[in-house]
């Protein structure tokens, strides 16, 4: 019933309806990458208007790369790979590309032995116009220093970068309005009818999910099935489930742990521990200087560190298995495990198109929290909110030029599109519940929850891969798939 009610509001509002469509057209070119001896890619770019509502819009040129099908009569809907992010390349950046498409090579195989499969960066994100990027911040947080320095010192630093980086980009005449999840999904659209497809499978990740159910939203009578892995609905707020989202991936941790002899045996009442570890290192936190030669930096691990460092390590499905070590390890005065994984705090990585980033987070997160409902969050779910006290969100959404989100894009997605949703017990970032949340309005929707896995489950579960091959050819599959993923982890001990 709420799937229907859904359908019927997206006709009415318009939010399902498509603009009008811009001339599209795809441009060969050389590919930017080696392609393998015995495979075959097409490559070139895909002009998009930079505004659909303006008829003498100048047009923006996206890359594409096509891997083709080893079948020789390809199925006519390829397969549309929706990077995450927001502002990541699906090809990496520098000479990290190549590697990039190695990966890119193996795991597309499977999908290719009876499809193309299409990858193609976003609007100003990698090689695509216009370019985001902002250096400035980079250069902040690269600058080598011998002693942490104090929260003031690093927004200072930030807010003079962002501010340079929004002048820069403004001058050049960006129009940050023109980044957002409905602008994305219309370019991926785009790019699928310049290549001549008329329906296509999506296979989305992380914040790529979210344009992917944008897609359906608009254009669903185009997609034959979507593969979603770790979910982001948009009538979720992240910046307002902070406090939650970080105490929901230590509640599964601390369960498990305690249910396992061995980890039980090895760390026990490893939570109170813990939680005894983060009071202390808020009252008095340790300076440290962690990396080699070529990484060293100064960090202050404080009680939100400490925490974030276990975030940062249960959002990578290898690493999951080590973390109660690490924790047990810091409990004892040894840091430097926990201090690999703690984050720099740092705005800026040179493998994120900032400026997109920023317009996209500031428009669709950021701005439109309600502050109570973040403070809420911090008050039910102690001290977890504390990874909070120092989120730059909020001081840089203040300098930067973002659009305004409609309401009607935080409504959720309904669609009568197979959809196979794929989550990651320990993911921290896109939990389950949010691929139940999406669930709840996809009636052909499957979701498969793997108890040792964490964000992005594709990349560390061979089986949700396979799912995912299998749910393309079959639009189902059988519901005895993946018996292992209900096993939980299996944790490293000293």
């Known amino acids: 019933m709420l799937a229907a009610l859904l359908m019927a509001a997206a006709t009415v509002t318009g939010t399902g309806a498509a603009p009008a469509a ?68 699906p090809f990496g950046s520098g000479e990290a590309t190549e590697e990039r498409m190695e990966v890119w090579w193996e795991l597309s195989a499977p999908f290719r032995r009876t499809r193309n499969l299409i990858l193609f960066d976003p609007r100003g994100v990698g090689r695509a116009e216009p370019d985001t990027d902002c250096p400035e911040l980079d250069a902040a947080g690269a600058t080598r220093r011998t002693r942490p320095v104090t929260r003031e010192q690093r927004a200072a630093a930030e807010r003079t970068a962002v501010a340079a980086c929004a002048a820069r980009l403004g001058a050049a005449g960006l129009d940050g309005t023109q980044f957002s999840t409905p602008v994305a999904a219309e370019d991926a659209l785009d790019v699928v009818t310049a290549l001549g497809a008329q329906r296509v499978n999506l296979f989305a990740v992380s914040y790529g999910t979210r344009v992917g159910l944008e897609i359906l939203r608009r254009q669903g009578t185009r997609v034959r099935t979507a593969v979603f892995d770790s979910v982001y609905p948009p009538d979720v707020n992240a910046q307002e489930e902070t ?40 009252r008095n936190p340790v300076d440290l200087v962690v990396g080699d030669h070529e990484t060293r930096r100064a960090l202050r691990l404080s009680g939100g560190s400490a925490i974030a460092a276990g975030l940062e390590a249960m959002a990578i499905s290898e690493a999951v298995p080590t973390v109660p070590a690490m924790i047990d390890s810091a409990i004892r005065g040894q840091y430097a495990a926990m201090a690999e994984w703690a984050p720099t705090n740092w705005l800026g990585d040179p493998e994120i198109a900032d400026g997109l980033a920023f317009s996209v987070e500031c428009r669709e997160s950021v701005n439109p929290a309600e502050p109570a409902k973040r403070a809420d969050g911090a008050r039910r779910f102690p001290p977890y909110g504390i990874v909070a006290v120092d989120d730059p969100g909020q001081r840089v959404c203040r300098l930067w030029p973002a659009g305004h989100q409609e309401p009607a894009e935080r409504l959720p997605v309904a669609s009568p599109v197979p959809v196979l949703l794929l989550s990651g017990a320990y993911d921290p970032v896109t939990p389950p519940d949010w691929g139940d949340r999406a669930a709840a309005t996809l009636p052909k929707s499957r979701h498969l929850v793997f108890r040792a896995a964490s964000h992005i489950v594709t990349s560390s579960e061979d089986c949700a891969l396979a799912a995912a091959v299998n749910f393309v050819e079959q639009e189902s599959i059988p519901a005895t798939v993946c018996p ?10 000293p």
């Not at 392609?35 to 659909?52: F, I, K, Q």
């Not at 292992?484 to 001990?493: D, K």
Request: one cysteine or more; hydrophobic letters at 40%.
């Open 22 to 89: 811009a001339e599209t057209r795809f441009t060969p070119g050389p590919c930017w990458f080696t392609v393998p001896e015995g495979e075959a890619a097409l490559c070139g770019t895909v002009a998009v208007a930079e505004r659909r509502d303006r008829p003498n819009s100048r047009s923006l040129r996206l890359p594409v790369a096509v891997l083709l099908s080893t079948a020789r009569q390809p199925a006519p809907d390829p397969v549309l790979f929706l990077e995450g992010g927001p502002g990541a390349s």
């Open 243 to 282: 406090a939650w989202l970080a105490q929901r991936a230590y509640r599964r941790l601390f369960d498990d742990c305690a249910a396992n002899r061995g980890c039980r045996s090895s760390f026990p009442d490893l939570e109170k521990r813990f939680l005894d570890l983060v009071e202390r290192l808020d």
């Open 484 to 493: 292992g993923a209900a096993r939980p982890p299996v944790f490293e001990r």
